[in-house]
Every structure is written in structure tokens, then in C-alpha cells.
């Protein structure tokens, strides 16, 4: 699992983003782990003039430093530039999937009415998938002490415990769904990928 201060979740993506007008390699995670010591009660942009930490690590080392995050209705996200060369590789570790092969999975009804699985790689759960049980689903989700509202979810059945937020989620074809936001009980909770490219103006590293 990765950590910045006391948050604590799963590197999603690795991802490429234009900063000071050179493309920079990026990972891509939920807001409320990358920058979660800077939460409160009201939707928050990162500022890193005041972020309480900004370095993302992994064991005893750094590996990226933040540099963007949104926590709005739409998305949770935030995206840390990377200072270890080795992190270069975008490959998902998944045993049943290759992952991120080209293209994004826009969830609808026809996976309702054809039950279809989705898969992740959580930091804390590691290999799991789950079926889709609803889509465009707002729900109220508990970070910490805060709670927010977020729009338009994916819903599976629970494959996910703390510390898998920030994972990337992969139809069977290996394309993106999203990144996992939050689980309770019984349903684990994505984000679709597509308002997190829109809002933070990235591109996804796909497998040649």
C-alpha cells in the first residue's frame, strides 16, 4: 500500500500529465489517500502551499510527490508526479486479466441485464473481482470523520476492504472502469474514469 502522512491506500494508475508544459509520469489515486490529512468537512481542491504532506511512500521509500487532487461531487482524485524511475511500467500484477490494455469501459444497463464482472488489484486485498449490480448511483461516503456525496457510482458486490481505495477497476479485456472509491458491507463503490480524465487532464499509460 502506498501512504502520505497518515493516509493509507493503493497506487490506481500510472498516467501521464502535462506540468509546466513537459509530460510527466503520474500516479493516479483517490483524492482522500493521496491528500486524505487535508480533509474536512467541505469539497476541497489540493493546494500545496498548505497541504499538511505531499511525498507518497511505498515501504520506506518515496516514490511520487503530489501535485493535484479534486474532491468534489464528481470526482475523488488526485494525481502524484513520480521520483523513482523504476515506477515507469504501467502493468497491472492481475492473474486473470492484462491490464490497462486500450481503451475505457463506460458502465451501463447491459451489464445489469448480463451480469458482468469487473476486477481489481487492491493494496490491501490484492487480487478480487465482483459483479456489477448498478451504475450512475449517488451515494454519501464516510471518509474519516468527513462524509460526502458522490455522483453517478458504480456499485459491485463487495471485493474490496480499507486500503484497496485508489485501485484501479478493469473490465475482462483488461480496459478501465475506474477507480474504487469506497466498500460497506455488502457493495464495494467505483468512480468511472472518464470525469477523473476530464477534471485533472490526464492520460492513461495503456500496455504497447
Not at 85 to 91: K, N, S
Not at 153 to 160: A, D, F, G, P, Y
Amino acid at each position: 500500500m502506498i501512504k502520505v502522512g497518515n493516509s493509507e491506500g493503493t497506487f490506481g494508475l500510472l498516467v501521464t500529465k502535462k506540468i509546466a508544459g513537459k509530460a510527466e509520469p503520474c500516479l493516479l489515486s483517490c483524492f482522500h489517500v493521496l491528500c486524505g490529512d487535508d480533509l474536512n468537512d467541505q469539497y476541497v481542491d489540493f493546494n500545496a502551499s498548505t497541504a499538511s504532506e505531499t511525498k507518497v511512500t511505498l515501504g520506506h521509500s518515496k516514490i511520487a510527490e503530489v501535485v493535484e487532487g479534486k474532491l468534489n461531487g464528481k470526482i475523488d482524485g488526485a494525481l502524484a508526479k513520480i521520483t523513482l524511475p523504476t515506477l515507469a511500467d504501467p502493468t497491472i500484477d492481475h492473474p486473470y486479466i492484462s491490464a490497462p490494455k486500450g481503451g475505457i469501459m463506460p458502465i451501463g444497463q447491459i451489464h445489469i441485464d448480463r451480469p458482468t464482472t469487473l476486477y481489481l488489484c487492491g493494496g490491501k486485498t490484492q487480487h478480487r473481482r465482483g459483479v456489477v449490480r448498478a451504475y450512475d448511483t449517488d451515494a454519501s461516503i464516510k471518509f474519516g470523520l468527513h462524509v460526502f456525496k458522490l455522483e453517478k457510482l458504480i456499485v459491485t458486490e463487495r471485493m474490496s476492504d480499507k486500503g484497496d481505495s485508489g485501485a484501479a477497476v478493469f473490465g475482462e479485456d483488461g480496459k478501465i472502469v475506474g477507480l474504487l472509491v469506497a466498500d460497506s458491507k455488502h457493495k464495494s463503490y467505483i468512480q468511472p474514469i472518464v470525469p477523473l480524465i476530464s477534471q485533472l487532464k490526464f492520460e492513461i499509460n495503456y500496455l504497447p
